[in-house]
Protein backbone atom coordinates (compact mmCIF):
# COMPACT_ATOMS: atom_id res chain seq x y z
CA UNK A 1 0.00 0.00 0.00
CA UNK A 2 1.41 3.08 -0.53
CA UNK A 3 2.22 5.68 2.37
CA UNK A 4 3.48 9.07 2.76
CA UNK A 5 5.51 9.92 5.70
CA UNK A 6 5.97 13.51 7.21
CA UNK A 7 8.87 13.07 9.63
CA UNK A 8 8.40 16.47 11.18
CA UNK A 9 5.35 16.51 13.33
CA UNK A 10 6.06 19.69 15.03
CA UNK A 11 7.75 22.54 14.19
CA UNK A 12 8.35 25.62 16.46
CA UNK A 13 10.04 28.73 14.40
CA UNK A 14 10.82 32.40 14.81
CA UNK A 15 9.12 34.75 12.39
CA UNK A 16 11.81 34.96 9.30
CA UNK A 17 12.90 31.37 9.59
CA UNK A 18 13.80 29.38 6.83
CA UNK A 19 11.17 26.49 6.57
CA UNK A 20 11.79 22.73 5.15
CA UNK A 21 9.04 20.13 5.65
CA UNK A 22 10.28 16.65 4.82
CA UNK A 23 7.94 14.76 2.75
CA UNK A 24 8.88 11.33 1.73
CA UNK A 25 6.28 9.06 -0.95
CA UNK A 26 6.47 5.29 -1.15
CA UNK A 27 4.91 4.86 -4.91
CA UNK A 28 8.20 4.07 -7.29
CA UNK A 29 6.08 4.91 -10.26
CA UNK A 30 4.38 7.76 -12.08
CA UNK A 31 2.94 9.81 -9.22
CA UNK A 32 1.17 13.45 -8.41
CA UNK A 33 2.11 15.15 -5.05
CA UNK A 34 0.75 18.02 -3.07
CA UNK A 35 0.88 20.12 -0.55
CA UNK A 36 -1.75 20.86 1.48
CA UNK A 37 -2.81 23.59 4.33
CA UNK A 38 -4.94 23.86 7.29
CA UNK A 39 -5.19 27.10 9.31
CA UNK A 40 -6.82 27.16 12.18
CA UNK A 41 -10.20 26.88 11.78
CA UNK A 42 -10.29 26.59 8.26
CA UNK A 43 -10.60 23.89 5.34
CA UNK A 44 -7.57 22.38 3.97
CA UNK A 45 -6.22 24.30 0.67
CA UNK A 46 -3.91 23.53 -1.49
CA UNK A 47 -0.56 24.90 -1.48
CA UNK A 48 1.34 23.94 -4.59
CA UNK A 49 0.82 20.82 -6.80
CA UNK A 50 3.67 18.71 -9.02
CA UNK A 51 2.09 16.62 -11.69
CA UNK A 52 5.39 16.61 -14.10
CA UNK A 53 7.89 19.02 -15.26
CA UNK A 54 10.14 21.27 -13.50
CA UNK A 55 10.68 19.62 -9.96
CA UNK A 56 10.76 22.77 -8.50
CA UNK A 57 7.48 23.90 -8.16
CA UNK A 58 5.77 27.03 -6.62
CA UNK A 59 3.01 27.56 -4.73
CA UNK A 60 0.78 30.35 -3.22
CA UNK A 61 2.36 32.41 -0.26
CA UNK A 62 5.92 31.86 -1.54
CA UNK A 63 6.15 28.16 -1.19
CA UNK A 64 8.15 26.07 -3.00
CA UNK A 65 8.13 21.86 -3.20
CA UNK A 66 11.11 20.19 -4.77
CA UNK A 67 10.44 16.93 -6.18
CA UNK A 68 13.78 14.42 -6.09
CA UNK A 69 12.38 11.06 -7.32
CA UNK A 70 15.98 9.24 -6.66
CA UNK A 71 14.90 10.32 -3.15
CA UNK A 72 11.34 9.73 -3.26
CA UNK A 73 10.98 13.28 -1.28
CA UNK A 74 9.27 15.80 -2.08
CA UNK A 75 10.49 18.72 0.91
CA UNK A 76 8.09 21.73 1.22
CA UNK A 77 9.79 24.87 1.58
CA UNK A 78 9.99 28.64 2.49
CA UNK A 79 12.71 31.20 2.83
CA UNK A 80 11.09 33.42 5.60
CA UNK A 81 8.15 32.26 7.49
CA UNK A 82 5.52 34.76 9.22
CA UNK A 83 2.92 34.36 12.01
CA UNK A 84 0.52 33.69 9.72
CA UNK A 85 2.26 30.80 8.17
CA UNK A 86 0.98 29.47 11.44
CA UNK A 87 -0.99 25.91 10.37
CA UNK A 88 -0.79 22.12 9.90
CA UNK A 89 0.49 21.05 6.59
CA UNK A 90 -0.29 17.53 4.65
CA UNK A 91 1.67 16.36 1.95
CA UNK A 92 0.11 13.61 0.19
CA UNK A 93 0.28 11.55 -3.29
CA UNK A 94 -1.96 10.12 -6.18
CA UNK A 95 -0.86 7.49 -7.76
CA UNK A 96 -3.31 7.82 -10.63
CA UNK A 97 -6.23 6.56 -8.70
CA UNK A 98 -7.45 9.99 -8.07
CA UNK A 99 -7.58 8.58 -4.02
CA UNK A 100 -4.95 10.79 -2.30
CA UNK A 101 -2.84 9.09 0.11
CA UNK A 102 -1.75 11.82 3.07
CA UNK A 103 0.76 12.07 5.41
CA UNK A 104 0.03 12.36 9.31
CA UNK A 105 0.88 16.01 9.07
CA UNK A 106 2.90 18.62 10.64
CA UNK A 107 2.20 20.98 12.88
CA UNK A 108 3.95 24.49 12.42
CA UNK A 109 3.96 27.29 15.43
CA UNK A 110 5.65 30.40 14.40
CA UNK A 111 6.47 32.30 17.13
CA UNK A 112 6.14 36.62 16.46
CA UNK B 1 -17.32 31.05 -7.63
CA UNK B 2 -18.61 29.32 -4.66
CA UNK B 3 -16.77 26.61 -3.07
CA UNK B 4 -17.36 22.95 -2.10
CA UNK B 5 -20.72 23.03 1.10
CA UNK B 6 -21.00 20.63 2.87
CA UNK B 7 -24.32 20.19 5.47
CA UNK B 8 -24.51 19.48 8.44
CA UNK B 9 -21.57 20.92 9.80
CA UNK B 10 -21.96 19.37 13.22
CA UNK B 11 -24.19 16.58 14.36
CA UNK B 12 -24.53 14.54 17.17
CA UNK B 13 -25.96 10.51 16.50
CA UNK B 14 -25.61 7.95 18.97
CA UNK B 15 -24.52 4.45 18.40
CA UNK B 16 -26.20 2.08 16.24
CA UNK B 17 -28.06 5.14 14.04
CA UNK B 18 -27.21 5.90 11.06
CA UNK B 19 -26.40 9.30 9.08
CA UNK B 20 -26.49 11.37 5.99
CA UNK B 21 -23.66 13.54 5.02
CA UNK B 22 -24.44 15.81 1.82
CA UNK B 23 -21.74 17.72 -0.55
CA UNK B 24 -22.06 19.88 -3.38
CA UNK B 25 -19.35 20.25 -5.29
CA UNK B 26 -17.44 23.50 -6.98
CA UNK B 27 -20.29 24.35 -10.23
CA UNK B 28 -18.16 22.24 -13.13
CA UNK B 29 -16.45 19.93 -11.01
CA UNK B 30 -17.74 16.43 -11.93
CA UNK B 31 -15.63 14.25 -9.37
CA UNK B 32 -16.39 14.47 -5.72
CA UNK B 33 -14.75 12.05 -3.38
CA UNK B 34 -14.71 11.87 0.32
CA UNK B 35 -12.33 11.77 3.23
CA UNK B 36 -12.29 10.93 7.18
CA UNK B 37 -10.17 12.91 9.33
CA UNK B 38 -9.14 11.99 12.88
CA UNK B 39 -6.68 12.69 14.87
CA UNK B 40 -5.95 8.93 15.46
CA UNK B 41 -5.50 7.96 11.66
CA UNK B 42 -5.17 11.44 10.17
CA UNK B 43 -6.63 11.78 6.16
CA UNK B 44 -8.38 8.77 5.06
CA UNK B 45 -10.05 8.44 1.30
CA UNK B 46 -13.14 7.00 1.98
CA UNK B 47 -14.56 7.14 -1.82
CA UNK B 48 -14.71 9.01 -4.96
CA UNK B 49 -17.64 9.56 -7.68
CA UNK B 50 -17.59 10.95 -11.42
CA UNK B 51 -20.66 11.37 -13.25
CA UNK B 52 -22.89 9.53 -10.85
CA UNK B 53 -20.46 6.28 -10.90
CA UNK B 54 -17.75 5.37 -8.07
CA UNK B 55 -14.39 5.21 -9.74
CA UNK B 56 -12.68 4.34 -6.36
CA UNK B 57 -13.31 2.91 -2.82
CA UNK B 58 -11.02 3.09 0.57
CA UNK B 59 -10.43 0.43 3.01
CA UNK B 60 -13.90 1.29 5.02
CA UNK B 61 -16.24 -1.62 5.95
CA UNK B 62 -19.41 -1.93 4.24
CA UNK B 63 -21.02 0.71 6.79
CA UNK B 64 -19.87 3.36 4.55
CA UNK B 65 -21.90 4.13 1.60
CA UNK B 66 -21.82 7.03 -0.99
CA UNK B 67 -23.59 8.30 -4.14
CA UNK B 68 -23.80 11.10 -7.07
CA UNK B 69 -26.25 13.09 -8.45
CA UNK B 70 -26.99 13.80 -11.82
CA UNK B 71 -25.96 17.19 -10.60
CA UNK B 72 -22.77 16.13 -9.76
CA UNK B 73 -23.75 16.32 -5.31
CA UNK B 74 -23.05 13.74 -3.22
CA UNK B 75 -24.06 12.15 -0.15
CA UNK B 76 -22.42 9.46 2.10
CA UNK B 77 -24.27 7.23 4.59
CA UNK B 78 -22.75 5.76 7.80
CA UNK B 79 -25.62 3.02 8.86
CA UNK B 80 -25.01 1.59 12.31
CA UNK B 81 -23.02 4.15 14.07
CA UNK B 82 -20.04 3.01 15.82
CA UNK B 83 -17.93 5.56 18.53
CA UNK B 84 -15.59 5.00 16.21
CA UNK B 85 -16.76 6.58 13.52
CA UNK B 86 -16.80 10.39 14.97
CA UNK B 87 -14.64 12.02 12.99
CA UNK B 88 -14.33 15.23 10.38
CA UNK B 89 -15.65 14.03 7.45
CA UNK B 90 -14.42 16.18 4.16
CA UNK B 91 -15.98 16.74 0.90
CA UNK B 92 -13.61 17.29 -1.73
CA UNK B 93 -14.54 18.36 -5.55
CA UNK B 94 -12.48 18.28 -8.51
CA UNK B 95 -12.26 19.21 -12.08
CA UNK B 96 -10.63 16.36 -12.82
CA UNK B 97 -6.99 17.46 -13.13
CA UNK B 98 -6.16 15.74 -10.05
CA UNK B 99 -6.39 18.56 -7.74
CA UNK B 100 -9.17 18.49 -4.66
CA UNK B 101 -10.84 21.30 -3.59
CA UNK B 102 -11.90 20.72 0.43
CA UNK B 103 -15.54 21.71 1.72
CA UNK B 104 -15.05 22.74 5.17
CA UNK B 105 -16.28 19.19 6.65
CA UNK B 106 -19.14 17.44 8.56
CA UNK B 107 -18.14 16.89 12.35
CA UNK B 108 -19.70 13.99 13.31
CA UNK B 109 -19.82 13.06 17.40
CA UNK B 110 -21.40 9.82 18.04
CA UNK B 111 -22.48 8.88 21.61
Known amino acids: AQSVSQHNHHVILSEAASLELGCNYS??????LFWYVQYPGQHLQLLLK??????LVKGIKGFEAEFIKSKFSFNLRKPSVQWSDTAEYFC??????????FGSGTRLQVQP | KAGVTQTPRYLIKTRGQQVTLSCSPI?????VSWYQQTPGQGLQFLFE???????NKGNFPGRFSGRQFSNSRSEMNVSTLELGDSALYLC??????????FGEGSRLTVL
Open chain 2, 27 to 31: SGHRS
Open chain 2, 92 to 101: ASSPDTGELF
Open chain 1, 27 to 32: YGGTVN
Open chain 2, 49 to 55: YFSETQR
Open chain 1, 92 to 101: AEDTGRRALT
Open chain 1, 50 to 55: YFSGDP
